[in-house]
């Protein structure tokens, strides 16, 4: 659909740690700087892509959106530094 979506388990301390993101299935849009992206403003992750974000703030602003009609899947894997 058409709405932004952050990391949901993206919750307490979370120092320490980074998050590994694969995007699956169709393009996404994304931000990490509290703000939302949409289908046409933001950094553009392609299917196959794999984004690291290391440090809470970056972890917690994550937003993303699809970019066209079809949903792509985020896989995300938290690892400790």
């Known amino acids: 659909n058409d709405t932004v979506t952050s990391l949901t388990t993206a919750s307490g301390d979370l120092h320490g740690f980074r998050a590994v993101i694969?995007?699956?299935g169709a393009q996404v849009?994304?931000?990490h700087d509290g703000g939302d992206p949409t289908a046409l403003v933001g950094h553009l992750?392609?299917?196959g892509d794999q984004l690291i974000l290391e440090?809470?703030?970056?972890?917690?602003n994550f937003r993303a959106i699809r970019t066209g009609a079809t949903n792509?899947?985020?896989l995300v894997t938290l690892e400790t530094l």
Do not use: A, D, M, V
């Open 22 to 24: 694969t995007c699956e």
């Open 29 to 31: 849009r994304f931000r």
């Open 45 to 47: 992750l392609n299917i």
């Open 55 to 60: 440090g809470r703030g970056n972890i917690i």
């Open 72 to 74: 792509g899947t985020l």
